[in-house]
């Protein structure tokens, strides 16, 4: 899959308390991407387009377990590249899924409104004004075949996992 957007930059240590604010949770699914980053961006998710790239630092993601990869998905981001990534908010990245790769060297290789060329199969990622192309980590085949089939949820349901209660 290839994916073309605009890059937004944000620092180390972004927190899913920062991603995806603790009072969104009582808020109807819908309503909560527009509140994406507010306390350190505020307005931003007025500014983005469907298709526009998160560009980070180390250990975007950490923080707790709350959905903030669905939250960037349903705003209509296109990926995540990351100098690292927290594990578990990684894992939520594949289950909703959500695309984001670990790029070394990402967070230099952008300013913020470049625009970033990523082929997601073989994890490289171009910076379209400077040519500059970088290798990130690809994902292991059982993850891809998670991602391929919409998410750990439609994988179990075509593998027929999930019985007939499941809500």
């Known amino acids: 899959m290839k994916i073309t957007g605009r890059v937004w930059k944000f620092e180390a240590n972004i927190n899913t308390d920062v991603i995806m604010p603790g009072f969104t949770q009582l808020l109807p699914p819908a309503e909560r991407p527009q509140h994406a980053f507010s306390p350190n961006r505020p307005g931003w998710t007025k500014?983005?387009?469907i298709g526009d790239i998160i560009v980070a630092d180390k250990n975007f993601g950490t923080g707790s377990s709350r959905p903030a990869a669905r939250v960037l998905k349903d705003l209509g981001i296109g990926c995540l590249l990351a100098e690292s990534i927290n594990g578990l908010f990684f894992r939520n990245c594949v289950n909703e899924p959500f695309h984001a790769l670990e790029v070394v060297g990402v967070i230099d290789a952008f300013q913020e409104g470049d625009?970033?060329?990523?082929?997601?199969?073989?994890a490289t990622v171009t910076?379209?004004?400077t040519g500059q192309v970088l290798q990130g980590q690809v994902w292991p085949e059982a993850l891809l075949k998670i991602l391929n089939?919409?998410?750990?949820?439609?994988?179990?349901?075509?593998?027929g996992l999930l019985g007939d209660d499941y809500i």
């Open 47 to 49: 500014l983005v387009q």
């Open 115 to 122: 625009v970033a060329e990523v082929d997601f199969d073989k």
């Open 149 to 159: 089939a919409g998410g750990i949820m439609s994988l179990l349901e075509s593998e």
């Open 127 to 129: 910076n379209t004004r």
